[in-house]
Nanobody
Framework: VQLQASGGGLVQDGGSLRLSCTVS????????IGWFRQAPGKEREGVSC????????STADSVKGRFSISRDNAKNTVYLQMSSLKPEDTAVYYC????????????????????YGKGTQVTVSS
């Protein structure tokens, strides 16, 4: 299983970015997928996850209404559209996947996932 995130960069306060994650080694719609982030000196936290069961989505309160997760199964790609970015969104963002099909998206958001790719840095300047 391989996950490769891209699309990070430097953006001004209020700007937008779209992160992409290409997955290989499995078919994306057979795994729960998600995005996590880790800021300097802080623990990794869930940003948004999508479960296999019912395709439900769970998004952290801190980014709700500003970030949106989606996936293109034909391209085996997962996206995180980020808008109205704030300096506190600065972090390394990680694409993730999990083969456990019976858990909800909120479970993964709280507890993490099994596989993580290399992260992509997002820096929001004030």
């Amino acid at each position: 299983v391989q996950l490769q995130a891209s699309g990070g960069g430097l953006v001004q306060d209020g700007g937008s970015l779209r992160l992409s994650c290409t997955v290989s080694g499995f078919t994306s719609n057979q795994y729960a997928i998600g995005w996590f982030r880790q800021a300097p000196g802080k623990e990794r936290e869930g940003v948004s996850c999508v479960s296999v069961r019912g395709g439900g989505t769970s998004t952290a309160d801190s980014v709700k209404g500003r970030f949106s997760i989606s996936r293109d199964n034909a391209k085996n790609t997962v996206y995180l559209q980020m808008s109205s970015l704030k300096p506190e969104d600065t972090a390394v963002y990680y694409c993730s996947a999990d083969p456990r099909t019976f858990h909800s998206a909120s479970f993964f958001l709280r507890n993490g996932m099994y596989y993580y790719g290399k992260g992509t840095q997002v820096t929001v300047s004030s």
